[in-house]
């Protein structure tokens, strides 16, 4: 079971729901060990005195480790002293942690709701925001290869009260969603869900806009009915979920401006597969005259493997303004100031990787990356815009390579955990935030345009510009990139910055263009660290 946070996808729209959390399971009197838990407040044993003490034991080999499990028998308060010690010594904020006794809270995703810090950011989120649990197996299952259960559409959940509009941001190529007879398109509305109409405000009907927008397996069978952009008139299509592994980097062109040649690609995810579709990205844009610029769109980009967000970063700016200097570096607690608490290695920067890597990634090990060479980049940006993309552009700038943002402002997460397996949860604490050769980090709430009126965060030359679901991605009329395109050859942007209310992006567009929600797996929306 996921714990709910703002990166998981799964039963979004159940915020519509009365909810029943466990957040609130806790009994006095030592109910989670039954004896109590001899908790001494700030009294720390290692976490290793706890490892591994489980209420269930696992048995048989761990697929992870290709190992026996080491589980033994214990308790949940052995669970939780285990997350108590652990949280102490490497959560990011372990002073911020009200330290509370692992004996009075009866699960263990209850107690690890409460070790984290409770500070809000300057634009008043949260400072955690993304502390969450997720199932061990279902976690190993979906690190090799990324892949889910699906249709290939990738939902932008526009407005999640009704009048709700949930859209289709983009498509994978052969998938159910991209079927001659299905055939769903960018902008497609969703008018209803196996028989139920999106405003539905059932209980019934909100599980089944869960179960249909979101299929658990492949195999599902649901019924939509879906109203194309430039329709006026409703269709129905039926889809069977599949597993469906992205096609990470696409529309790659070149636009010809009557300034120069401006490149421009999709890059949605930093996955293993996106290695080589990266390096022949610019190995095509360097193809004949090359170009004088380029335009980055990381608009649904929520991250993914560091590693491919520096060997991209490198591929921008070359080799004369990368050399010698740190893509990103690591900082964890005060505890730990030489040495990664969790690995025990050295803690050194991650460079700009001029070659590339070998598995798990694609391109054959140790190849020459090619450069395009630039001083400055485009980046199209969102909400859904997090980790290792902000990441790239702050690796950028850290360099002095001129980043310039056209969108609106990204997720903030310039921190990073490693995946913990204890009893068969895996657990994520906030352990170390990552820094550019400036040692620049700070971007909690994320970067924004300069002329953002709304959620500013660190203040970026650009412009704000709302999400254009009438047009397609690197279609040079798209607003975004039409935006970026115009910036680059004026330095202006558009005249209404960005929409408030029900505002469309365009006059006479049939939908809302806000940016919305675009839910992603776990796996697509974190910093992965490679071991």
Same mark, same amino acid.
């Given at each position: 079971?996921?714990? !709910?946070?703002?990166?998981?996808?799964?039963?979004?729209?159940?915020?519509?729901?009365? +909810?029943c959390?466990?957040?609130?399971?806790?009994?006095?009197?030592?109910?989670?060990?039954?004896?109590?838990?001899?908790?001494?407040?700030?009294?720390?044993?290692?976490?290793?005195?706890?490892?591994?003490?489980?209420?269930s034991?696992?048995?048989?080999?761990?697929?992870?480790?290709?190992q !026996? %499990?080491?589980?033994?028998?214990?308790?949940?308060?052995?669970?939780?002293?285990?997350?108590?010690? %652990?949280?102490?010594?490497?959560?990011?904020w372990?002073?911020?942690?009200?330290?509370?006794? !692992?004996?009075?809270?009866?699960?263990?995703?209850?107690?690890?709701?409460?070790?984290?810090?409770?500070?809000?950011?300057?634009?008043?989120?949260p400072?955690?925001?993304?502390?969450?649990?997720?199932?061990?197996?279902?976690?190993? @299952?979906?690190?090799?290869?990324?892949? +889910?259960?699906?249709?290939? &559409?990738?939902?932008?959940?526009v407005?999640?009260?009704?009048?709700?509009?949930? =859209?289709?941001?983009?498509t994978? *190529?052969?998938?159910? +969603? $991209?079927? *001659?007879? =299905?055939?769903?398109?960018?902008?497609?509305?969703?008018?209803?869900?196996?028989?139920?109409?999106i405003?539905?405000?059932?209980?019934?009907?909100?599980? &089944?806009?869960?179960?249909?927008?979101?299929?658990?397996? &492949?195999?599902?069978?649901?019924?939509f009915?879906?109203?194309?952009?430039?329709?006026?008139?409703?269709?129905?299509?039926?889809?069977?979920?599949? #597993?469906?592994?992205?096609?990470?980097?696409?529309n790659?062109?070149?636009?010809?401006?009557?300034?120069?040649?401006?490149?421009?690609?999709l890059? @949605?995810?930093?996955?293993?597969?996106?290695?080589? +579709?990266?390096?022949?990205?610019?190995?095509?844009?360097?193809?004949?005259?090359?170009?004088?610029?380029?335009?980055?769109? #990381?608009?649904? @980009?929520?991250?993914?493997?560091?590693?491919?967000?520096?060997?991209?970063?490198?591929?921008?700016?070359?080799?004369?303004?990368?050399?010698?200097?740190?893509?990103?570096?690591?900082?964890?607690?005060?505890?730990?100031? =030489?040495?990664?608490?969790?690995?025990?290695?050295?803690?050194?920067?991650?460079?700009?990787?001029?070659?590339?890597?070998?598995?798990?990634?694609?391109?054959?090990?140790?190849?020459?990356l090619?450069?395009?060479?630039?001083?400055?980049?485009?980046?199209?940006?969102?909400?859904?815009?997090?980790?290792?993309?902000?990441?790239?552009?702050?690796?950028?700038?850290?360099?002095d390579?001129?980043?310039?943002?056209?969108?609106?402002?990204t997720?903030?997460?310039?921190?990073?955990? %490693?995946?913990?397996?204890?009893?068969?949860?895996?657990?994520?604490?906030?352990?170390?935030?990552?820094?550019?050769?400036?040692?620049?980090?700070?971007?909690?709430?994320?970067?924004?345009?300069? @002329?953002?009126?709304?959620?500013?965060?660190?203040?970026?030359?650009g412009?704000?510009? &709302?999400?254009?679901?009438?047009?397609?991605?690197?279609?040079?009329?798209?607003?975004?990139?039409?935006?970026?395109?115009?910036?680059?050859?004026?330095?202006?942007?558009?005249?209404?910055?960005?929409?408030?209310?029900?505002?469309?992006?365009?006059?006479?567009?049939?939908?809302?263009?806000?940016?919305g929600?675009?839910?992603?797996?776990?796996?697509? $929306?974190?910093?992965?660290?490679?071991?």
């Open positions: 079971m996921i714990t !709910p946070s703002r990166n998981v996808p799964v039963a979004i729209l159940t915020v519509l729901m009365a +909810a959390g466990d957040d609130a399971a806790r009994f006095p009197n030592g109910g989670g060990g039954g004896a109590g838990s001899a908790w001494q407040p700030g009294v720390f044993e290692p976490a290793s005195a706890f490892q591994a003490q489980c209420v034991p696992r048995s048989g080999i761990n697929p992870a480790t290709n !026996p %499990y080491p589980d033994a028998q214990g308790t949940i308060t052995d669970e939780n002293n285990f997350l108590r010690s %652990y949280s102490d010594d490497t959560y990011l372990y002073d911020e942690i009200v330290d509370q006794d !692992p004996g009075l809270f009866v699960s263990q995703t209850s107690y690890f709701n409460e070790l984290k810090t409770t500070s809000i950011t300057p634009s008043g989120q400072k955690d925001r993304f502390h969450f649990t997720v199932d061990s197996d279902a976690w190993f @299952n979906l690190s090799q290869s990324g892949a +889910a259960a699906g249709y290939g &559409a990738q939902w932008a959940l407005s999640l009260s009704p009048p709700r509009e949930v =859209v289709v941001a983009y994978e *190529p052969s998938s159910p +969603a $991209t079927d *001659p007879q =299905v055939d769903l398109a960018r902008g497609a509305r969703v008018v209803a869900v196996d028989g139920f109409d405003d539905t405000s059932t209980q019934d009907g909100i599980a &089944a806009l869960n179960a249909g927008l979101f299929p658990s397996d &492949a195999g599902e069978t649901h019924s009915l879906v109203q194309d952009v430039g329709s006026q008139n409703s269709r129905s299509v039926t889809m069977t979920s599949a #597993i469906i592994e992205s096609q990470p980097v696409k790659v062109r070149v636009l010809d401006t009557p300034t120069g040649r401006v490149g421009y690609v890059f @949605n995810d930093h996955i293993a597969t996106a290695e080589l +579709a990266l390096i022949d990205a610019v190995n095509q844009l360097n193809a004949g005259d090359g170009i004088d610029d380029l335009v980055l769109d #990381i608009r649904y @980009n929520g991250g993914g493997f560091l590693a491919l967000a520096s060997e991209l970063a490198y591929m921008i700016a070359g080799p004369a303004a990368t050399a010698g200097r740190a893509f990103e570096l690591l900082q964890f607690n005060d505890k730990h100031p =030489v040495t990664d608490p969790v690995t025990g290695r050295e803690i050194s920067p991650t460079p700009f990787f001029d070659t590339t890597l070998g598995p798990p990634f694609n391109a054959p090990p140790e190849q020459a090619p450069t395009l060479d630039l001083p400055r980049v485009f980046v199209i940006t969102s909400p859904s815009t997090c980790s290792a993309s902000e990441a790239i552009m702050n690796g950028l700038r850290g360099v390579i001129e980043v310039i943002q056209v969108g609106s402002t997720c903030g997460k310039p921190y990073g955990f %490693y995946p913990t397996d204890n009893c068969g949860t895996t657990y994520f604490t906030i352990q170390f935030r990552g820094v550019n050769d400036k040692d620049f980090g700070a971007y909690i709430d994320g970067f924004s345009p300069a @002329n953002t009126q709304t959620s500013i965060g660190v203040v970026v030359p412009c704000s510009v &709302a999400d254009d679901f009438t047009a397609g991605l690197g279609d040079p009329n798209e607003d975004r990139l039409a935006a970026a395109l115009t910036y680059r050859d004026a330095q202006t942007c558009p005249a209404t910055p960005e929409p408030v209310g029900g505002v469309l992006s365009k006059s006479g567009a049939q939908l809302n263009a806000a940016d929600i675009v839910p992603k797996s776990l796996w697509h $929306t974190n910093r992965i660290m490679l071991p």
